[in-house]
């Protein structure tokens, strides 16, 4: 089995706070144990984890980060843990001590609960690609000097992205999400890399505030009851009308105030449309409600707006 060390720089600077759930998160982690989850931070209040064999928490202010950064890529700009993601794609040379001899090693974000993530990376698709996924939830990288280097890649002459380079990133103080999309994994693609271009195979949930937010947008089968589930460490997306289970890596819980049940070693979890992470549910729990029929409204009226403005009849994408 490939090894794999994952990476999360994590500093509160004496304010701020951990995800309120973030002891769901850690048993998430700990539940892939054969992966190692390395942890820097400013704060002793995931302490606790320390003793799980695959967590490793290393505490460094982020001012000792930033001169480890330093010290690792030389003078570049950075003055808040923010800025730090432009960074992620550089971890391999940053943080090399830590990850020594895995056979990769990524970044991810702890507003997120995993799911079983060797049934997504297995050791056949790991043996074909140097990079895996392009967000910044969660990505891998081959633990190579020539892979550790791709954020180093020149953009070809005829990338729309000419002028978006590491050159430009690491020395502006703005942040700039080098680590998506983009940047470096559109900068290895233009490259000609290995890289594995994937960004469905988890749930990514947002804030009720608009209805259009309301569902997972990466399920595509979205229903008047659904909810999420951690089960014995995998994560699914359950259609309740159907019955229809959805495995999925993980589910990113993207800006929500989540309500969590105290974490006291249960295998088994909810997640709702209401915010919440709770061990037990009713059928209410994963009512969508109003959200539902205000989507399916809009759908309604966008295709008859379609139709009305395409009479001679154009390929359905163009509405």
Same mark, same amino acid.
């Given at each position: 089995?490939?090894?794999?060390?994952?990476?999360?720089?994590?500093?509160?600077?004496?304010?701020?706070?951990?995800?309120?759930?973030?002891?769901?998160?850690?048993?998430?982690?700990?539940? +892939?144990?054969?992966?190692?989850?390395?942890?820097?931070?400013?704060?002793?209040?995931?302490?606790?984890?320390?003793?799980?064999?695959?967590?490793?928490?290393?505490?460094?202010?982020?001012?000792?980060?930033?001169?480890?950064?330093?010290?690792?890529?030389?003078?570049?700009?950075?003055?808040?843990?923010?800025?730090?993601?432009?960074?992620?794609?550089?971890? #391999?040379?940053?943080?090399?001590?830590?990850?020594?001899?895995?056979?990769?090693?990524?970044?991810?974000?702890?507003?997120?609960?995993?799911?079983?993530?060797?049934?997504?990376?297995?050791?056949?698709?790991?043996?074909?690609?140097?990079?895996?996924?392009?967000?910044?939830?969660?990505?891998?990288? /081959?633990?190579?000097?020539?892979? +550790?280097?791709?954020?180093?890649?020149?953009?070809?002459?005829?990338?729309?992205?000419?002028?978006?380079?590491?050159?430009?990133?690491?020395?502006?103080?703005?942040?700039?999400?080098?680590?998506?999309?983009? #940047?470096?994994?559109?900068?290895?693609?233009?490259?000609?890399?290995?890289?594995?271009?994937? /960004?469905?195979?988890?749930? +990514?949930?947002?804030?009720?505030? +608009?209805?259009?937010?309301?569902?997972?947008?990466?399920?595509?089968?979205?229903?008047?009851?659904?909810?999420?589930?951690?089960?014995?460490?995998?994560?699914?997306?359950?259609? /309740?009308?159907?019955?229809?289970?959805?495995?999925?890596?993980?589910?990113?819980?993207?800006?929500?105030?989540?309500?969590?049940?105290?974490?006291?070693?249960?295998?088994?979890?909810?997640?709702?449309?209401?915010?919440?992470?709770?061990?037990?549910? #009713?059928? #209410?729990?994963?009512?969508?409600?109003?959200?539902?029929?205000?989507?399916?409204?809009?759908?309604?009226?966008?295709?008859?707006?379609?139709?009305?403005?395409?009479?001679?009849?154009?390929?359905?994408?163009?509405?």
């Amino acid at each position: 089995m490939q090894t794999i060390s994952m990476i999360l720089p994590y500093f509160l600077c004496g304010k701020g706070e951990w995800p309120s759930y973030i002891d769901w998160h850690m048993a998430s982690c700990k539940a +892939n144990d054969t992966i190692d989850f390395y942890i820097f931070t400013d704060d002793t209040s995931i302490s606790k984890w320390e003793e799980v064999p695959n967590i490793h928490i290393v505490y460094m202010t982020f001012d000792e980060c930033v001169e480890l950064i330093k010290t690792q890529l030389g003078d570049v700009k950075i003055s808040t843990p923010y800025k730090l993601c432009d960074y992620r794609p550089a971890y #391999g040379i940053i943080f090399e001590q830590w990850i020594g001899n895995s056979d990769f090693w990524g970044f991810y974000d702890c507003d997120l609960i995993y799911g079983d993530m060797r049934h997504y990376f297995t050791d056949e698709l790991l043996s074909q690609y140097d990079k895996l996924m392009i967000l910044g939830h969660t990505q891998l990288y /081959r633990n190579t000097e020539e892979v +550790n280097n791709f954020f180093r890649l020149e953009r070809p002459e005829d990338s729309k992205y000419r002028d978006y380079t590491w050159q430009k990133v690491s020395q502006d103080e703005k942040h700039y999400g080098f680590d998506e999309w983009t #940047g470096a994994p559109q900068l290895i693609k233009e490259n000609n890399k290995r890289i594995f271009w994937e /960004r469905e195979n988890f749930s +990514n949930i947002y804030q009720p505030a +608009n209805y259009k937010r309301v569902f997972d947008k990466n399920v595509g089968m979205n229903s008047l009851f659904q909810v999420w589930q951690w089960k014995d460490g995998k994560m699914f997306h359950i259609n /309740r009308m159907n019955k229809k289970k959805t495995e999925r890596m993980y589910i990113h819980l993207t800006q929500r105030k989540m309500k969590a049940e105290v974490y006291e070693g249960q295998t088994e979890a909810y997640i709702t449309q209401k915010s919440e992470i709770k061990t037990f549910i #009713g059928r #209410g729990d994963s009512f969508t409600g109003v959200e539902f029929f205000a989507l399916y409204l809009k759908k309604i009226f966008q295709w008859v707006k379609w139709h009305i403005t395409h009479l001679k009849g154009k390929k359905n994408w163009e509405m």
